[in-house]
């Protein structure tokens, strides 16, 4: 696909994220046929443009690529390899990518399955949280062939102002984890620092201002910082999708026998949120650890 084309997607996963996603590929003018699980919730986009599928194998039935947004692993592997997976059905004119978050192993697998019947798979997870989606201002990380980089870079430039490959198939995956572990600890250190300014009588929102002009600003300050200091604990990105993350992170790091304290830290302090029923908070909500440390509740 050298010049732009109208390309026929099927998009697999209409959550948070992947809803988005949709809408600004068919607002780019592709021919969109969405699938969800949750019943209803395709149809609910048919306004907007999407096309809803009947089941998973309709909206991949004629689709040049089939495009996935789901929440961890096994559901991947239920979409493509699993017993009622698209791997018999997937022909080579067509390409997979995988936007979700998973493990970089299990991507690597499916892509090897899904190339010995001829199908290119290209991971593409992403960042920029939903306002990024909404927008198509996501950064894109992309691992598999350059040639199938190069097919998909036009449909992938419909979500992302940032699309970049990062080498071979799981690559992707493994930039996704260095990225959510940057975010996690950026979060962490937010919040340790609203939890020491409110303690000290300080009014957190001046103090944010100031640290958002000097070399303390972050994304996180200048997305999350309101969220944390008005105490809205709502997602956004969820804490159980955080932890999948992280999980993933210290697995890797497991694996390749490299130490990452701060992230085991900030993956304690998640833990100790979700045993407190956090689970569906957004990931911001690491300040009500804070505020549990320092009787600040409420
Ligand atoms: P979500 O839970 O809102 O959406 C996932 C959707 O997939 C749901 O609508 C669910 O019903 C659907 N689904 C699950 N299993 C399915 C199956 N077998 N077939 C069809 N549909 C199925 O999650 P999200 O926030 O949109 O995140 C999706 C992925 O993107 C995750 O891997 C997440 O880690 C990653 N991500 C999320 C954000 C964010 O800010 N929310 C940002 C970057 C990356």
Redesign the pocket.
Known sequence: MGIWHMARIGF???????REMALNLARAGHAVTG????PG?AAGLAEQGITPARD?AHAAEGAEFVIL????TP?VE??LTGPEGLLPRLRPEQMVID????SPVATRSMGEALAARGVAMLDA??????A??KGARLSIMVGGEAAAFARAKPVLEAMGTKVVHVGEIGNGQTV?LCNQLVCAINIQAMCEAVALARASGLDPAVAREVLMGGSANSWMLENLGPMVLAKDAS????ID?KL??LRLANDLAFQKGVPLPGTALVTSLYLEARAHGEGSNGNQALFRVYDRMTAQGG
């Open positions: 697999i996963g209409l959550g948070v994220m992947g699938h969800d699980a949750v919730v998973l947004m789901l929440p961890d559901q239920a979409v936007m979700s978050t998973i997870p992403v960042s920029g949280g939903a990024g989606a996704k997602a956004g990105f969820r999708l999948k993350d």
